[in-house]
């Protein structure tokens, strides 16, 4: 949200909630997720595979959504941090949430994306491929939750445009594979 504030100029980046709730990261209906969601949120620990996870758009002033953000968390942290006391999630994005903490980070990205979606495809009305990423935020050396991020390509608004790749066949050899949403 902070870096989608610096480069479209707005000072206002909407958060739409997508999806909230706790899953199971055993469950396949639980789609995919990063395999440091198991690792490092979970653990060994066969008892806290139950975590909760929040999905969100990050929209400019106008609704448009720039960047589709899923979070995987401990349940301890999620109340701590991106719940208010009702149990509802905060209407903010999880940066200005920590922020409004005085949360130290450490942010660790952990892998780079660049990979189609039918379904973001079809809801930004917009051919992918997409770049996404996901990191894990670390907080006293322990991990506090890993976000995955896809941005829409409407950030050329803001960027400048991007090169497109000139066939399937380059796009296939320049990405690490396809990703669901």
Not at 42 to 60: N, P, Y
């Amino acid at each position: 949200q902070r870096h989608l504030k610096l480069l479209t100029g707005f000072d206002n980046v909407k958060t739409d909630i997508l999806w909230q709730g706790k899953i199971n990261v055993n469950d396949a209906c639980s789609g995919p997720i990063p395999q440091d969601v198991r690792s490092r949120i979970c653990g060994d620990d066969a008892s806290r595979c139950v975590i909760f996870q929040r999905e969100v758009d990050l929209c400019d002033d106008n609704g448009t959504p720039l960047c589709y953000a899923a979070s995987w968390w401990d349940e301890a942290m999620a109340d701590m941090f991106i719940m208010d006391k009702s149990g509802a999630a905060l209407n903010k994005p999880v940066w200005l949430a920590l922020a409004d903490k005085k949360t130290e980070l450490y942010r660790d990205i952990r892998r780079v994306y660049l990979g189609r979606s039918t379904i973001l495809s079809n809801k930004w009305n917009v051919d992918g491929p997409f770049w996404a990423r996901h990191y894990i935020f670390w907080r006293d050396n322990k991990p506090l939750c890993v976000i995955y991020e896809v941005m829409n390509p409407a950030l050329e608004l803001y960027l400048g445009p991007s090169a497109r790749q000139s066939s399937d066949a380059s796009a296939r050899a320049r990405r690490p594979g396809d990703f669901s949403i």
